[in-house]
């Protein structure tokens, strides 16, 4: 994709990292800031950030919530080094989505 070669800024890889530590708030958060939702690094983030924090609250009283969790911490970690993750699944569905 063209837009995964434009520029990544330290202020991208922070908000892609705070997606998923602080997920399902900040992603939300992202996406009523207009000048961060159209950032392509962000936003290749931030839906699926959205997604396991969603699967995270939901699986909450099980350890599988908690395992969920500790993946999003790698992948906050990802993020900040500035790479593109895939999620299995979860990657394919947001870009099918248009997400």
């Given at each position: 994709?063209?837009?995964?070669?434009?520029?990544?800024t330290?202020?991208?890889?922070?908000?892609?990292?705070?997606?998923?530590?602080?997920?399902?708030?900040?992603p939300?958060?992202?996406?009523?800031?207009?000048d961060?939702k159209?950032?392509?690094?962000?936003?290749?983030?931030n839906?699926?950030?959205?997604i396991?924090?969603i699967?995270?609250?939901?699986?909450?009283?099980f350890?599988?919530?908690?395992?969920?969790?500790?993946?999003?911490?790698?992948?906050?970690?990802?993020?900040?080094?500035?790479?593109?993750v895939?999620v299995?699944?979860?990657?394919?569905?947001?870009?099918?989505?248009?997400?």
């Amino acid at each position: 994709m063209s837009d995964f070669n434009s520029e990544i800024t330290s202020d991208d890889k922070l908000w892609a990292a705070l997606a998923y530590v602080f997920s399902p708030l900040v992603p939300i958060i992202l996406m009523l800031m207009e000048d961060k939702k159209s950032r392509p690094f962000i936003k290749a983030h931030n839906a699926q950030a959205l997604i396991l924090g969603i699967i995270t609250i939901l699986t909450s009283g099980f350890c599988v919530g908690l395992l969920v969790w500790v993946y999003q911490l790698y992948l906050a970690y990802k993020a900040y080094q500035g790479e593109y993750v895939n999620v299995p699944v979860i990657s394919d569905f947001v870009k099918n989505q248009g997400w």
